[in-house]
């Protein structure tokens, strides 16, 4: 079903849980909360998903997007516990682990366009426009959402509120 071998199956649902756990912190949040039960179980489908990459992938793109997904995520949950950070840390946790959903969800939107419906994928040529607009509009949400963040987080520090690591 979809051509999706069984391998590709455990990458496919392993990794599946991280995207409503990573919207479902991003809309309550505002970001996603590393040290919070949602984060640790997004990371452990994070996790999933990365490792599994590279016995499932056949391009060389798709290993290399889960090297910069496991740094970010490394990075991303290290951040907190970095001596010498101060504030910075939570800004460097934030932009990471928002890089990770986006690329998490670059490959998912390309992947299911070129999947669904079985058989007659909506998308068949990488270079589609409807594939091109798809990641645009991720990218646009990326800078757009990053951006919005760290606008939240400052205001939040300069108001005395701080931000919760958790």
């Not at 690329?103 to 998308?123: I, Y």
Request: charged share 10%; aromatic share 8%.
């Amino acid at each position: 079903m979809f051509g999706i071998s069984p391998l590709g199956w455990i990458h496919t649902l392993g990794s599946l849980p991280a995207i409503p756990l990573a919207l479902y912190m991003l809309a309550r949040h505002g970001r996603i909360r590393p040290r919070s039960l949602p984060g640790r179980f997004y990371l452990a489908s994070m996790l999933v998903g990365a490792f599994t990459v590279f016995l499932v992938a056949h391009q060389p793109i798709s290993k290399g997007i889960a090297v910069v997904t496991l740094a970010c995520l490394a990075l991303g949950y290290a951040a907190g516990r970095i001596p010498g950070l101060g504030r910075v840390a939570v800004y460097l946790e934030t932009l990471c682990l928002s890089v990770s959903v986006f690329l998490l969800m670059v490959p998912t939107v390309s992947e299911t366009l070129r999947r669904v419906p079985d058989g007659k994928p909506f998308v068949t040529d990488l270079k589609s426009p409807l594939l091109l607009g798809a990641q645009g509009f991720l990218l646009a949400l990326l800078v757009v959402g990053v951006a919005a963040q760290l606008i939240y987080l400052r205001k939040r520090a300069r108001a005395g509120a701080g931000v919760s690591p958790a």
